[in-house]
């Protein structure tokens, strides 16, 4: 098993930047990529970006790209999104993700690739 915690929500003004973190506990050996997900009030959960645990190949949503960095410290069993340039249309939960399966980065862009879910951060943007 792999315990996820993120921290780094809140609340920031359009045009405002945040840095949320996850933490992996546990099982970390069995990651082959984590990533970030989140979820608007009335709307799917969306994928956001991702990163593979080895070799760093990442992938971002095209609504991100360009303003949201995904990085990772293998070392501490973390990873990170940066966030900047944020609109109000970015106000969601957002949840980290581990996944302990095999696959191609572009692979972890879907919510089916990961076994493995923090409790998520509130972000909202003000405008």
């Known amino acids: 098993q792999v315990?996820?915690?993120?921290?780094?929500?809140?609340?920031?003004?359009?045009?405002?930047s945040l840095r949320l973190s996850c933490v992996a506990s546990g099982r970390t050996f069995s990651l082959s990529a984590m990533g970030w997900f989140r979820r608007a009030p009335g709307k799917e959960r969306e994928f956001v970006a991702a990163i593979t645990w080895s070799g760093g190949i990442t992938r971002y949503a095209d609504s991100v790209k360009g303003r949201f960095?995904?990085?990772r410290d293998n070392a501490n069993n973390t990873i990170y999104l940066q966030m900047t340039s944020l609109k109000p249309e970015d106000t969601a939960v957002y949840s980290c993700a581990g996944s302990g399966r095999p696959g191609g980065s572009y692979y972890y862009t879907g919510g089916y690739a990961y076994d493995y879910w923090g409790q998520g951060t509130q972000v909202t943007v003000s405008s």
């Open 3 to 16: 315990k996820l915690v993120e921290s780094g929500g809140g609340l920031v003004q359009t045009g405002g």
């Open 69 to 71: 960095t995904i990085s």
